[in-house]
C-alpha cells in the first residue's frame, strides 16, 4: 500500500524543533553575536581605564604587596562554561552543515580570512541551524517511513539521493567518534559536544538506511502477492 499518507509530520517537527531550541541557546548571547559577526561596527575607542583606588591598611608596611581577591572565580568559570556550551551546542546539533559551509567557506576564503576564531564559532553557531534544515527534514521523513512501514505503508518514499545522503552521514559520523573514542590528543568540551552530534547523525544515517530497506522488503512482499495472484488467476 503507498496511497495514504497518515501520522504525525516529523518532517516539520524536527527542523522547527531544533530552530526554536537553538534560539533559546543564543538569545542571552545575541548581543555578542552581534559584535563577535561585526567586527567593523563593534569596534569602540577605549577610553581612560578607570582603576579603583584601595586604601592602604595600616597593617601593611612599605614594600608589601597585599593581594586583593576581586569577584569569584569558580562563578566566572562556571558563567563561561555555560556560554561555551550555548555557542557550541548548535554547531554540534547540526553537524551536517558543515559540508555546506565548507562548500560556501570554499567560495569566500578571500574574504573570510582576516576574521578570528570568535567570528567563526558565532557564525557557525548562526547560520548552521539554518544550513542543516533539509537535513533534518530528511531524518523526519525516515522517522514517518519507519512509522509506515509497521502498517505496510510506502509514504513517504526514501529514494536513492536520501541513500546516499544516509551513507554518508553515517561515514562521516562515525570517524569523529572513533577519533574521539581511540584518539590521543586532549579532550575538551568542544570534543564532546562534536563527538555527541556526529554519533547523532551517523545514528539517523542509519535509521534514514533502515527506512528504505524496510520500503524494499514490503516492496518485495507486494511483488510477490502479485504474482502469486497472477498465476492463481492465470490458472483458474
Known sequence: M?????????????????????????WPLRGELYSNLHPKTS?????????????????VKPGQFTIIQVGSVPQDQRAE??????????SSLNFPAFFVDYFISGLVADKWR?????????WMAVTWPLLAIVFWWMAGRAVEALSAARN???VPRIGPPEVAVAIA??????????????GRESRDLDSYLLAAGAALWALIGATML??????????KGMQAVNKMNSTLEAGS
Open 210 to 219: 533502515v527506512a528504505r530497506i524496510a520500503q524494499w522488503r514490503i516492496r
Open 169 to 182: 552521514l553515517m561515514f562521516f559520523g562515525a570517524v569523529p567518534c572513533l577519533e574521539f573514542v581511540f
Open 81 to 90: 562554561r555555560v556560554k561555551q556550551v550555548r555557542l557550541s551546542v548548535p
Open 2 to 26: 503507498s496511497g495514504k499518507r497518515a501520522g504525525f509530520r516529523f518532517r516539520w517537527a524536527f527542523p522547527i524543533g531544533q530552530l526554536l531550541l537553538c534560539v533559546i541557546l543564543l
Open 114 to 122: 582576516p576574521y578570528n576564531e570568535k567570528f567563526r564559532k558565532s
Open 152 to 154: 505496510k505503508l510506502l
Open 43 to 59: 569596534a569602540k575607542p577605549v577610553g581612560p581605564l578607570n582603576i579603583p583606588t584601595v586604601p592602604a591598611s595600616p597593617n
